[in-house]
Structure formats: C-alpha cells, structure tokens
C-alpha cells in the first residue's frame, strides 16, 4: 500500500504562485508515475500532470502546460506541482495520484490509470 498526502494549497491572486507538494509512505519502491489531478465544483476530475518516478518524463493537460512544472524528489519520496500565473479557472481541489502498475503514457491522463489517491489540497485564485 502507498499513502500520499498533499499539501500547499491555498488562496493566492490571479497572477500568483503556489507549490503543492505530495508525500509518499509505504511501499514507495515500487511507485512508477506519479500525477495530479484537479476538480472543480460540479466538474469532472481532471489531469493536470504526471512525472515516472524512474526516468525524467513528464506530461502536461494543455490547460496548464507552460504555466507550471511537475518535478520529484526521490529521496523525499515527494512529488512537487509547481503552478505560476495562476488564474480563477486554476481553482479546484488539486489530488495527487500514484501509481504501481506500468502505464503507456496515453493512459496517464485519465484517473483510472491511477490506484492510490491522496485526500486533496483546496487551491482557490481569486480575480
């Protein structure tokens, strides 16, 4: 079993920054991607990103891609999202996600790739 906890969210300004930061524990060594996802009030849960714990790869929903960075600290067994000019559409509770199954990357953006879940950090940007 792995148990991911999340944290760093907030209310921050459009325009602002945050870091979220995912903690892994438990049977870390066999995690292969990690990821986050998003979901606002009466919307489906979305992909944001996602990192392979192993290999330097990393994918990106358009929504975010340019404005934020997925990036991991092996030893920490932590994942971090680093999201910049943030905007009132960014404002969800942001999951992080795990994995220990090997994925193709086509699959990495959708939830059921996905078998452990964190409880959600709220990020709310106002205008």
């Known amino acids: 079993q792995v148990q991911l906890v999340e944290s760093g969210g907030g209310l921050v300004q459009a325009g602002g920054s945050l870091r979220l930061s995912c903690v892994a524990s438990?049977?870390?060594?066999?995690?292969?991607?990690m990821g986050w996802f998003r979901q606002a009030p009466g919307k489906e849960r979305e992909f944001v990103a996602a990192?392979?714990?192993?290999?330097?790869?990393?994918y990106y929903a358009d929504s975010v891609k340019g404005r934020s960075t997925i990036s991991r600290d092996n030893a920490k067994n932590t994942v971090y999202l680093q999201m910049n000019t943030l905007k009132p559409e960014d404002t969800a509770v942001y999951y992080c996600?795990?994995?220990?199954?090997?994925?193709?990357?086509?699959?990495?953006?959708?939830?059921?790739?996905?078998?452990?879940w964190g409880q959600g950090t709220q990020v709310t940007v106002s205008s």
């Open positions: 996600a795990a994995t220990n199954r090997p994925q193709p990357p086509r699959v990495l953006f959708t939830s059921t790739a996905y078998e452990y």
């Open positions: 438990g049977r870390t060594f066999s995690l292969r991607t």
């Open positions: 990192i392979w714990w192993s290999v330097t790869s990393t």
